[in-house]
């Protein structure tokens, strides 16, 4: 009897020690990760600069090795201000992680397409569309969007009213929607100044958004040529608290709530 019992606390002994084996797995470990898709165009003079949000796919290559996790591929989806997250994606392992459409909306990329991925991580992938842009300054630099002005300056370099008057577009960074448009009023003879009509915010929430200034091409078409930002404020978005479940159990008028959940 006595030798039954060393037999069993020394299988337990085993089956403690060695996690892997007796079912264990993993210490806690656990599968999925974040990523977010993004457009950056080239700034003339060096560098990139942020343009708008994009979809993102990706795809698992191989486990880099104990990998836990059963999605092995994601996507196309777009995300917003936030990452988005891919529960149960593999890890750790190498995946290739693309921004985009290659060659039809980007024609490179900031970082590799494959890497490797760890639990938890956020995982960016940054795409280089076409196109050299010009740094430009906005006066004024800031918004209150209750009592917006009649209008406002870009500084910069590359303007052109041969073909019409430069366009200018307000475009949420997070999203790539254009919010509010509106076209030169005047513009310098050198090409390094406009002054435009303050486009519609009457929907727009606080925060930053990029400007978009574009020439007018003698097809009609448009040439992005600079690009500025503007801080919006005074009409913050306000989250509504979910409404009260109500008791749990199983009222005569609605579903069942689980009790378990309520405390």
Same mark, same amino acid.
């Given at each position: 009897?006595?030798?039954?019992?060393?037999?069993? *606390?020394?299988?337990? *002994?085993?089956?403690?020690?060695?996690?892997?084996?007796?079912?264990?797995?993993?210490?806690?470990?656990?599968?999925? *990760?974040?990523?977010?898709?993004?457009?950056?165009?080239?700034?003339?003079?060096?560098?990139?600069?942020?343009?708008?949000?994009?979809?993102?796919?990706?795809?698992?290559?191989?486990?880099?090795?104990? %990998?836990?996790?059963?999605?092995?591929?994601?996507?196309?989806?777009?995300? =917003?201000?936030?990452?988005?997250? $891919?529960?149960?994606?593999?890890?750790?392992?190498?995946?290739?992680? $693309?921004?985009?459409? !290659?060659? %039809?909306?980007?024609?490179?990329?900031?970082?590799?397409?494959?890497?490797?991925?760890?639990?938890?991580?956020?995982?960016?992938?940054?795409?280089?569309?076409? =196109?050299?842009?010009? !740094? *430009?300054?906005?006066?004024?630099?800031?918004? #209150?969007?209750? %009592?917006?002005? %009649?209008?406002? #300056?870009?500084?910069?370099?590359?303007?052109?009213?041969?073909? =019409?008057? !430069?366009?200018?577009?307000?475009?949420?960074?997070?999203?790539?929607?254009?919010?509010?448009?509106?076209?030169?009023?005047?513009?310098?003879? &050198? =090409?390094?100044?406009?002054?435009?009509?303050?486009? &519609?915010?009457?929907?727009?929430?606080?925060?930053?958004?990029?400007?978009?200034?574009?020439?007018?091409?003698? &097809?009609?078409?448009?040439?992005?040529?600079?690009?500025?930002?503007?801080?919006?404020?005074?009409?913050?978005?306000?989250?509504?608290?979910? !409404?009260?479940?109500?008791?749990?159990?199983?009222?005569? &008028?609605?579903?069942?709530?689980?009790?378990?959940?309520?405390?």
């Amino acid at each position: 009897m006595n030798r039954q019992k060393l037999v069993v *606390f020394g299988a337990v *002994f085993l089956c403690v020690s060695v996690i892997a084996g007796c079912g264990g797995g993993g210490g806690g470990q656990q599968s999925g *990760f974040n990523v977010q898709g993004q457009r950056h165009v080239q700034v003339a003079g060096g560098g990139f600069q942020f343009f708008s949000i994009t979809s993102i796919q990706g795809n698992w290559l191989f486990d880099n090795g104990s %990998a836990i996790g059963e999605t092995r591929n994601f996507g196309p989806f777009l995300c =917003g201000q936030s990452s988005c997250r $891919v529960d149960g994606g593999r890890v750790p392992a190498r995946w290739r992680i $693309v921004a985009g459409t !290659p060659g %039809a909306e980007c024609i490179g990329y900031l970082e590799s397409l494959e890497r490797d991925v760890t639990a938890g991580s956020t995982q960016v992938s940054r795409c280089v569309v076409f =196109g050299v842009i010009f !740094p *430009f300054t906005t006066a004024p630099a800031s918004v #209150d969007l209750q %009592a917006p002005p %009649a209008t406002f #300056d870009l500084t910069g370099s590359g303007l052109s009213t041969a073909y =019409g008057m !430069p366009q200018v577009e307000y475009v949420d960074q997070y999203t790539g929607a254009v919010i509010g448009s509106t076209t030169a009023t005047a513009v310098n003879a &050198d =090409g390094t100044w406009l002054q435009a009509t303050m486009p &519609d915010l009457s929907s727009v929430y606080s925060g930053t958004y990029n400007i978009l200034i574009s020439n007018v091409r003698d &097809d009609g078409s448009r040439e992005y040529i600079g690009t500025s930002t503007v801080d919006c404020y005074g009409r913050d978005v306000t989250f509504e608290p979910p !409404p009260d479940p109500g008791p749990c159990g199983c009222p005569p &008028d609605g579903p069942c709530m689980p009790c378990e959940n309520y405390y």
